[in-house]
T-cell receptor
Framework: GAVVSQHPSRVICKSGTSVKIECRSL??????MFWYRQFPKKSLMLMAT?????????EQGVEKDKFLINHASLTLSTLTVTSAHPEDSSFYIC????????????FGPGTRLTVL | AQSVAQPEDQVNVAEGNPLTVKCTYS??????LFWYVQYPNRGLQFLLK??????LVKGSYGFEAEFNKSQTSFHLKKPSALVSDSALYFC??????????????FGAGTRLAVHP
């Protein structure tokens, strides 16, 4: 299947700093990318959906000014957690889908963010 | 609104025995159903999907799932479980009529434990 990578896999930062997470589709062009947040032993919570070259569509309750999403190319999307706080600590997972919307999404390996 | 229910938090099965992980869904249009598996600290891996056609769908690693429209179910099955199948399994649905980016809605997840 298609491969999606995330970088970094793990990051620890101080409260108040900003953290950028990259999501790349390695062998296909991702017209749509998704960002999820997963709490321990919980399901995935969709944060936002982005199409290349367009503004991201955020889910209700997700602060767009805190979680900045950029989808500048068909193979790269970035999530920036601005002014991170300990409650932002979580496992962030991206996924990507190509073309036809009935296609399955391919998920990245996730990024573990710990804010001290 | 579309939703997915995975009624069991955990399923325990002995190695070599058949396994079933249950999933029921609710959508307003035709359902597009997916199963994903997640290993610890990893992203989700695609197992199989139902879009249309045969109700019995075969997927990766010997897994299969049966779409039952009258019972609105899409249970995941495997004839003979392996210890290595132990992981967290997510059922997901996309509503064919939802329009937009047709986001996936995930169930809460079911932890499968296969004992030697």
């Amino acid at each position: 299947g298609a491969v999606v990578s995330q970088h970094p896999s793990r990051v620890i930062c101080k409260s108040g700093t900003s953290v950028k997470i990259e999501c790349r589709s390695l062998d296909f062009q991702a017209t749509t990318m998704f960002w999820y947040r997963q709490f321990p032993k919980k399901s995935l919570m969709l944060m936002a959906t982005s199409n290349e070259g367009s503004k991201a569509t955020y889910e209700q309750g997700v602060e767009k000014d805190k979680f900045l999403i950029n989808h500048a190319s068909l193979t790269l999307s970035t999530l920036t957690v601005t002014s991170a706080h300990p409650e932002d600590s979580s496992f962030y997972i991206c996924s990507a889908r190509t073309g036809n919307w009935v296609n399955e999404q391919f998920f990245g390996p996730g990024t573990r963010l710990t804010v001290l | 609104a579309q939703s997915v229910a995975q009624p069991e938090d955990q399923v325990n099965v002995a190695e070599g025995n058949p396994l079933t992980v249950k999933c029921t869904y609710s959508v307003s249009g035709n359902p597009y159903l997916f199963w994903y598996v997640q290993y610890p600290n990893r992203g989700l891996q695609f197992l199989l999907k139902y879009i249309t056609g045969d109700n019995l769908v075969k997927g990766s690693y010997g897994f299969e799932a049966e779409f039952n429209k009258s019972q609105t179910s899409f249970h995941l099955k495997k004839p003979s479980a392996l210890v290595s199948d132990s992981a967290l399994y997510f059922c997901a649905v996309r509503d064919g009529f939802s329009g937009g980016y047709n986001k996936l809605i995930f169930g809460a997840g079911t932890r499968l434990a296969v004992h030697p």
